[in-house]
C-alpha cells in the first residue's frame, strides 16, 4: 500500500502532520483504516505493507489498531513510486519466491469491499497466468480531468475475467478531450496494480535500467545507498507505459481517489438538499455545498455550491467547482498560511 503526500488540496485540514489519509473523508474515522480494513479479510495482517515515510508511521499507527513498526517499509527519501515498489517487490520476493503482488493507494475511497477483493483475486489469478502485469481500469461516470485515462485493445484470451491489452496511457487531459475519452469508452486509470513480483523486476530492468542496475544494491542489503542513488521516477513512467506486459481489468467496483474538496460530494453522505457537513455545521437555505467545521462553529446560510472549511485557524471560502484548484492558491498566500502545521 503506497501512502506519501500531505494532501494539499484539503488545506486546510490537512497538513505535514494530519495527511490526508488520517482524514474521515470516506465511510470511516480516516482514510487509512477504510484501506486497512478493506485489505485485511484477503491478505491479514501478515502480508500487509505501507509504503511510507517515517512522518507518517507514529500517526498510522496511532490511528489504527493492529498497525505496527513490522508492517511499514519506510524509505530513506522520496524518490517516486517505481524505486519504493521495486523494493518491496525485492523483500516480498526473500520469503516468497512467486510472489503476487498488489499495489494500491492509502487514499481513496472503494465501494463495496467484497466485490473490491474478488477482482483482486481475478486479477492475482490472471497475472499468474498470463504472466502480466495488471491494471485496473475505472469506467468513466463523468468527463474527468483529474484523472488519467486507458485506451483498451485487443482482449487478452477468450476466459474469465475480461481484460485487455493496453493499447495506451493518456495523461490528464483537457475538458473536451475528457468528454471525448467518455464516449469513447476509454477508463479512467485507478493507480491500481497487481504482479508476479518476479516479473515485475524483471520488465523493471528492461524499460527502466536507470533503476534496475541498481538493484544489486537491494541485493548486498544497502537500501539506503539504493535510494540515495536512485532517480526520482514514478512507476507509469518508468514500467507501464513502456512495458509490453500490461493488461487492464475494467473494474465492477465504485472508485474515488478523493483528489480535492469536492469529491467529498461523492464519498460522503449528503442531505436531501444535496449538501455534505462534516463536524461542527449548521446550514439553513444552502444547496450543494460541502462544510466542515473542527475548529469552530461553521454556518452556512442561503448559498450554493460553496465550500466552507474551518480548521487549524483559518477558514476557507471557496466555489466548489474551483477546489482543485488549491495547490495554486497555497503558492500565492503567505507562508504563515501554507504551512499551518505549527498551529496543530
Not at 491494471?135 to 480531468?145: L, Q
Not at 535500467?209 to 512507476?235: C, H, M, N, R, Y
Request: charged share 25%; proline share 6%.
Amino acid at each position: 500500500m503506497l501512502a506519501g503526500g500531505v494532501g494539499a488540496r484539503f488545506w486546510p485540514v490537512s497538513t505535514p502532520k494530519r495527511p490526508k489519509q488520517l482524514l474521515p473523508l470516506g465511510d470511516g474515522a480516516s482514510l487509512i483504516g477504510d484501506t486497512v480494513e478493506r485489505l485485511l479479510p484477503l491478505v491479514g495482517w501478515e502480508r500487509l505493507r505501507i509504503l511510507a515515510g517515517r512522518h507518517l508511521a507514529e500517526p498510522f499507527e496511532k490511528q489504527v489498531d493492529g498497525l505496527q513498526d513490522e508492517h511499514f517499509l519506510v524509505e530513506p527519501e522520496a524518490k517516486g513510486t517505481l524505486p519504493i515498489l521495486a523494493w518491496a517487490a525485492h523483500e516480498i520476493l526473500k520469503t516468497e519466491g512467486n510472489a503476487i503482488m498488489a499495489s494500491l493507494h492509502s487514499d481513496h475511497v472503494i465501494r463495496p469491499a467484497e466485490v473490491f477483493r474478488a477482482q483482486i483475486q481475478e486479477a492475482a489469478e490472471l497475472a499468474t497466468r498470463e504472466q502480466r502485469i495488471i491494471t485496473f481500469g475505472v469506467p468513466p461516470t463523468r468527463p474527468e480531468t483529474g484523472y488519467g485515462y486507458i485506451r483498451s485493445g485487443d482482449r487478452l484470451g477468450a476466459g474469465e475475467p475480461e481484460a485487455y491489452e493496453v493499447g495506451q496511457f493518456i495523461e490528464k487531459p483537457r475538458r473536451e478531450a475528457a468528454s471525448d475519452f467518455v464516449r469513447r469508452g476509454y477508463l479512467w486509470n485507478s493507480g491500481i496494480f497487481v504482479w508476479p513480483a518476479r516479473l515485475f523486476l524483471d520488465e523493471l530492468r528492461k524499460t527502466a535500467p536507470q533503476v534496475g542496475d541498481l538493484l544489486t544494491l537491494l541485493d548486498a542489503g544497502k537500501v539506503a545507498e539504493f535510494f540515495e542513488q536512485v532517480p526520482t521516477i514514478s512507476v507509469d513512467e518508468g514500467v507501464l507505459e513502456k512495458s509490453a506486459r500490461v493488461a487492464v481489468l475494467p473494474t465492477r467496483f465504485e472508485w474515488d481517489d478523493v483528489g480535492a474538496w469536492d469529491a467529498v460530494g461523492r464519498t460522503r453522505h449528503a442531505d436531501t438538499a444535496g449538501n455534505v457537513a462534516v463536524g461542527d455545521v449548521s446550514l439553513v437555505d444552502a444547496k450543494d455545498c460541502i462544510a466542515w467545521g473542527d475548529d469552530g462553529a461553521v454556518v452556512l446560510f442561503g448559498v450554493d455550491n460553496l465550500v466552507v472549511v474551518r480548521s487549524n485557524g483559518v477558514t476557507l471560502v471557496a466555489a466548489r467547482e474551483r477546489t482543485a484548484e488549491l495547490k495554486s492558491l497555497l503558492k500565492q498566500l503567505p507562508r504563515s498560511l501554507r504551512d499551518l502545521s505549527a498551529n496543530e
